[in-house]
Structures are given as structure tokens and as C-alpha cells.
T-cell receptor
């Protein structure tokens, strides 16, 4: 079945550091890929998405490129801020269903 | 902006009780979903609904049921609560499948349920 594997955390960074969170997927067909973010005490918010191979999703300085050849959708940000501290989830959308990774907790220190 | 509202942020119930979790969305979305979130497991789909009075089982439906009597409201029911149902429960909604690519889901803030 469809599944998502993302790098385990927690990840701790200093402000202005480069962030990358690896995400790989297994799927039949042509899924859409998403990154969601969950800030403390809140539900999940859509961060970015890509719907086909080579698409790049971007939002709030975050980027991810849908790589069919490596079945990956890694999340990157060039210079993180304390406000980026959150849990990040990679998700695969096929038919009606979203399949989520386990989540990666990111803490950014001032 | 889409607003998905869950009726309670925190709830404490006892083993064997019947528990209702309520969710309301204001964007006229056809699809609604219930997930549970547990550390290290991500989100797992319990049930979803693609129309009023319609429901489909997700990955972990055992011990749960749902009700969708109105388009904007989707209820999760724990028929007889057990301690292993202590978790964070998240409701989500989206436009219907088939409108182009997969539609993103919009989430509520969650209900943290403790079963004692």
C-alpha cells in the first residue's frame, strides 16, 4: 500500500541555519504530495503541495520538489527562525486518502 | 479562510462511557475526516465521509462509529471508551475527490481525549 517515510527527529537548530527534512514515499499511480506543519497546541496546517513530478511547492521560505525518480519530497528552508519550531508531516494523497509520515519535531534556538 | 471547529480542546472520560466528539466546518466541503494522532505514528484515518449520511472506514475503525446528518457536521462516537483510545483526535475537511489533483485537507485544532 501507499506509505510515507520521513526522517526521525527531533531536530534542533540555531536561528538562520539551513533546514532539511527528508521524505520518501511508496505509491502506485501518481499521488499528490504535501507538507503539513503543526504548531504547539494547534491542528495541522497545509504548508505546501506538489501534484506531479518535478513540481516545486513553496511557502513561507520552505520548498520541496516532487522527485519521481527518487520517490522523494524533501522539505528545505535556507534560514530558519524561532517561529519555525513545530512538528512537520509529509503526506501522500491518493484517491481520497492522505497517508502521513510519523512527523519530525523541529526546535529552533535563538 | 476555512474554519474547522472541534467542540472540545480537552476531554476526560471514564472507561465504558459513550463519548461524542463533534466537528463543524464552514466551507461547504463535501468530504470530512476523523484521524487520531499518536507520538511516533503520525496521523491514522479512523473514518471519512464524502456526503451526508455516507461514511467509509479508514485504517483503524474498530471501536469507533461516525454520524453525518448535516453537511457541515461530522461526529465521532466511541461506543464504549477504553484506555487505549486515549489520544489526540483531529477532524479535517476538503473539497471532493476528482476536482483535479488531490485536494488538501483543512484541520481543526484537535481534541485531546483522556480515558481513565
Amino acid at each position: 500500500g501507499d506509505s510515507v517515510t520521513q526522517m526521525e527527529g527531533p531536530v534542533t537548530l540555531s536561528e538562520e541555519a539551513f533546514l532539511t527534512i527528508n521524505c520518501t514515499y511508496t505509491a502506485t499511480g501518481y499521488p499528490s504530495l504535501f507538507w503539513y506543519v503543526q504548531y504547539p497546541g494547534e491542528g495541522l496546517q497545509l504548508l505546501l503541495k506538489a501534484t506531479k513530478a518535478d513540481d516545486k511547492g513553496s511557502n513561507k521560505g520552505f520548498e520541496a520538489t516532487y522527485r519521481k525518480e527518487t520517490t522523494s519530497f524533501h522539505l528545505e528552508k535556507g534560514s530558519v527562525q524561532v517561529s519555525d519550531s513545530a512538528v512537520y508531516f509529509c503526506a501522500l494523497g491518493a484517491d481520497y486518502k492522505l497517508s502521513f509520515g510519523a512527523g519530525t519535531t523541529v526546535t529552533v534556538r535563538a | 479562510d476555512v474554519k474547522v471547529t472541534q467542540s472540545s480542546r480537552y476531554l476526560v472520560k471514564r472507561t465504558g462511557e459513550k463519548v461524542f466528539l463533534e466537528c463543524v466546518q464552514d466551507m461547504d466541503h463535501e468530504n470530512m475526516f476523523w484521524y487520531r494522532q499518536d507520538p511516533g505514528l503520525g496521523l491514522r484515518l479512523i473514518y471519512f465521509s464524502y456526503d451526508v449520511k455516507m461514511k467509509e472506514k479508514g485504517d483503524i475503525p474498530e471501536g469507533y462509529s461516525v454520524s453525518r446528518e448535516k453537511k457541515e457536521r461530522f461526529s465521532l462516537i466511541l461506543e464504549s471508551a477504553s484506555t487505549n483510545q486515549t489520544s489526540m483526535y483531529l477532524c479535517a475537511s476538503s473539497f471532493p475527490f476528482g476536482q483535479g489533483s488531490n485536494q488538501p485537507q483543512h484541520f481543526g485544532d484537535g481534541t485531546r481525549l483522556s480515558i481513565l
